[in-house]
T-cell receptor, first 114, second 112 residues
Framework: KAGVTQTPRYLIKTRGQQVTLSCSPI?????VSWYQQTPGQGLQFLFE???????NKGNFPGRFSGRQFSNSRSEMNVSTLELGDSALYLC?????????????FGPGTRLTVT | GNSVTQMEGPVTLSEEAFLTINCTYT??????LFWYVQYPGEGLQLLLK?????DKGSNKGFEATYRKETTSFHLEKGSVQVSDSAVYFC???????????FGQGTRLTINP
């Protein structure tokens, strides 16, 4: 069974631009979560989607948004990029288990904002 | 809110040494607890998990026991190898939510 895939793996953008990152979950997984990883703030939860609906959202500004498609693939978008948005963005998928099942992570997209 | 605190790193050990990485948590309800490992340039891999008090998770020689009375989930391994060098994250999953709260991570380096 293929793991979680994320595209692109690396991205360089300029301040003020916008960016879209893509995530394909493990087959059969309907929950997709996004995390931001930075040296200063560590791993922080962005949002989680299940059956095309956002169920949970972390404490990030409205410039960060996402969506999920009917095949469970997910995208996240960051508009009006700032230097502080430079980070590794990780996508994770999981089966729906009450109480929280384990999440399986992709390799991440490394975003650099200049 | 819920939080996870890990011991400060980095940690450097010699091969075959005993490893302990401390992890404590604050949570309402009954969280599940996890240890994830991140190798250089890669995403996170699940190392082990425990879903209720007194459960012991184990994998690849690593172990951790869910201690509700001390709100802890310390990671241990009896004899580390150079290949165990990585960053280790303790995390909890809030009840009813597919959301992980992570500790700050502990960088482990094993010297031959």
């Amino acid at each position: 069974k293929a793991g979680v895939t994320q595209t692109p793996r690396y991205l360089i953008k300029t301040r003020g631009q916008q960016v879209t990152l893509s995530c394909s979950p493990i087959s059969g997984h309907r929950s997709v979560s996004w995390y931001q990883q930075t040296p200063g703030q560590g791993l922080q939860f962005l949002f989680e989607y299940f059956s095309e609906t956002q169920r949970n959202k972390g404490n990030f500004p409205g410039r960060f948004s996402g969506r999920q498609f009917s095949n469970s693939r997910s995208e996240m978008n960051v508009s009006t990029l700032e230097l502080g948005d430079s980070a590794l963005y990780l996508c994770a998928s999981s089966l729906e288990i009450a109480g929280g099942g384990e999440q399986y992570f992709g390799p991440g997209t490394r975003l650099t904002v200049t | 809110g819920n939080s996870v605190t890990q011991m400060e790193g980095p940690v450097t050990l010699s091969e075959e040494a005993f490893l302990t990485i401390n992890c404590t948590y604050t949570a309402t309800g009954y969280p599940s607890l996890f240890w994830y490992v991140q190798y250089p340039g890669e995403g996170l891999q699940l190392l082990l998990k425990a879903t209720k008090a007194d459960d012991k998770g184990s994998n690849k020689g690593f172990e951790a026991t869910y201690r509700k009375e001390t709100t802890s989930f310390h990671l241990e391994k009896g004899s580390v190898q150079v290949s165990d060098s990585a960053v280790y994250f303790c995390a909890l999953s809030e009840w009813g939510a597919q959301k992980l709260v992570f500790g700050q991570g502990t960088r482990l380096t094993i010297n031959p």
